[in-house]
């Protein structure tokens, strides 16, 4: 079954998406989510100027070699703009080899290891009652796990508000920002942030009771020291995990982290090879393990890193943003039946204009995601309708601290 096209087709239901679609020979068609927030040019031009031409003839049975042909060829390896486009690539050919047995994705990994996946979601809120609110509404639809984010007002400056990421569907907030926004950024303090989410999780914990579990994303905004601190002061909170506590290019960092405290971490997103998680998970710095399908090459790239985390004792939390598409959030679920480590998967489900690209087999119920019986991947891209939805250049945030230097977003 020998691939006769690699193409892309780039889309804004919403938001931007890359999509990757390869056909073959015999007429089947798999699609892959190749998204990769504020960079979808360069990834695009990747996959139809090098990868396109050259696959095409492969045998898209052959996933693993296709995988490792990519990955190695370009000898310099890695790099989340080379890993996406393997991620889009890989993603539409287990689309595809569902689709020639007609059977789920999972089935081909081994079958499913559970019958459902449990999930959180993003609440967000400007003050503590609002928070709170919020906060009691998702645990009242049945989610008792909860990223929660909030404002924090500068106690010198009352003009000052520092915003932390987020993408409560509520609140409408979009990731990313124009080119003026770019040029004009807010200010960040690390130092107040961190004594306002001590405030903050200590009334989450108080008022919605022991059983909810808490997650909050520090974004690696912070130094090696402050997190180190951090995590020990919220011990008393037991959080699910502290997400992103720091840089992940500063791996060492993490050792502090874990000398200092039980609160358990959470790290990953930005990793974009098994390389780059090694340290964290051999030397058991980390309780979960948070790749990005479409950035870390795809359904191959996780499970090698899910097998790895697996001999470790580290669990799979895999990155479910809003910036990645229903494809992705399939193949995330695909991955979290199929793999004995899973812990807990991020959500963000689709709405409005993304359900006329994009339908899926998914199914939210109860704090807990499933999916039906299904062919490959489990969703259906209309084609026409993503033209519809042109390209909108967009922007990912920028910040700088209250001296004016940039900060890491």
């Keep these: 079954m020998k691939i006769v096209e690699i193409s892309t087709l780039l889309t804004c239901p919403g938001r931007n998406y890359l999509i990757v679609k390869v056909r073959t020979e015999d007429g089947l068609v798999g699609y892959g989510d190749a998204t990769l927030n504020g960079r979808e040019l360069a990834v695009q031009a990747l996959i139809d100027r090098h990868l396109a031409p050259w696959l095409t003839g492969c045998e898209a049975e052959r996933i693993e070699d296709i995988w490792q042909m990519v990955f190695r060829q370009t000898y310099w390896r890695g790099g989340p703009v080379q890993m996406t486009a393997l991620a889009g690539v890989d993603m539409a050919l287990w689309d595809l080899k569902g689709k020639l047995y007609r059977t789920p994705v999972f089935q081909l990994l081994g079958g499913k290891c559970r019958d459902r996946v449990r999930a959180y979601f993003h609440v967000h809120g400007r003050g503590d009652d609002e928070l709170l609110e919020r906060c009691r509404a998702k645990s009242d639809e049945g989610c008792h796990a909860l990223r929660y984010s909030f404002e924090t007002a500068d106690p010198f400056e009352r ?41 903050i999780t200590a009334v989450l914990r108080r008022e919605l009771g022991a059983h909810v579990e808490l997650i ?18 919220l011990e008393p909170f037991n959080l699910l995990f502290l997400e992103d506590p720091v840089e992940p290019l500063h791996k060492d960092s993490l050792a502090l982290i874990r000398s200092s405290s039980t609160t358990p971490i959470a790290m990953g997103e930005l990793y974009n090879t098994v390389q780059d998680c090694l340290p964290a998970i051999q030397n058991h710095w980390i309780d979960f393990l948070r790749v990005d399908v479409s950035h870390f090459g795809g359904i191959t790239g996780v499970r090698k890193a899910a097998s790895l985390a697996e001999a470790f ?20 679920l695909h991955i979290d039946y199929s793999i004995p480590n899973f812990g807990i998967q991020e959500a963000v489900l689709p709405v409005g ?26 969703v259906e891209v209309d084609e026409r309708a993503a033209r ?7 922007y990912l945030p920028l910040i700088r601290d209250n001296e004016g230097a940039v ?3």
Aim: hydrophobic fraction near 35%; glycine fraction near 6%.
């Design 159 to 199: 003009a000052t508000v520092y915003r932390q990421p987020h993408q409560d569907r509520i609140s409408e907030k979009r990731i990313e920002v124009t080119a003026e926004t770019l040029r004009n950024p807010p200010r960040w303090d690390s130092r107040i942030y961190s004594e306002d989410l001590l405030r």
């Design 216 to 233: 909050h994303d520090a974004h690696e905004r912070l130094s090696a020291g402050q997190a180190a601190d951090l995590a020990r002061k």
């Design 313 to 332: 004792g580290v669990r799979l939390a895999l990155h479910g943003p809003s910036d990645i598409s229903p494809l992705a959030h399939a193949a995330n």
């Design 353 to 378: 204009e993304l359900l006329q690209v994009f339908q899926t087999a998914a199914a939210y119920r109860g704090g807990f995601l499933s999916l039906g019986e299904c062919e490959g991947l489990g």
């Design 388 to 394: 519809s939805f042109p390209y909108r250049p967009a």
């Design 407 to 409: 900060h890491d977003w």
